[in-house]
Nanobody, 124 residues
Framework: EVQLVESGGGLVQAGGSLRLSCAAS????????IGWFRQAPGKEREGVSC????????HYEDSVKGRFTISSDNAKNTVYLQMNSLKPEDTAVYYC?????????????????WGQGTQVTVSS
């Protein structure tokens, strides 16, 4: 059974940093693409970043490029999202998602498996 568990969210001041973790079970990271998404109140879920270990690829949305870094630890079957220089507009519930395959899937509809989400709040 595919399971994803996010952790690492919290409250941080603008300019601060957080590292989110997505602990995966039931599959091997190299066979899946893992995406990070976020959803702010009243807004649609939007993509943040994704990684395909098997293809050796990563993607970042323009809104986070240069500030966020996605990485993975195959030994721990965990994907991380290091978030630096956080802004109030980064406030949202952050979700990780998994999809079999090696493409860098960028939209929520392309993912079949989702975690429960973790809240990130950035104060000004």
């Amino acid at each position: 059974e595919v399971q994803l568990v996010e952790s690492g969210g919290g409250l941080v001041q603008a300019g601060g940093s957080l590292r989110l973790s997505c602990a995966a079970s039931g599959f091997i990271l190299d066979d899946y693409t893992i995406g990070w998404f976020r959803q702010a109140p009243g807004k649609e879920r939007e993509g943040v970043s994704c990684i395909s270990n098997g293809a050796g690829g990563k993607h970042y949305e323009d809104s986070v490029k240069g500030r966020f870094t996605i990485s993975s630890d195959n030994a721990k079957n965990t994907v991380y999202l290091q978030m630096n220089s956080l802004k109030p507009e980064d406030t949202a519930v952050y979700y990780c998602a998994a999809q079999p395959g090696l493409n860098l899937y960028r939209t929520a509809s392309e993912y079949d498996y989702w975690g429960q989400g973790t809240q990130v709040t950035v104060s000004s």
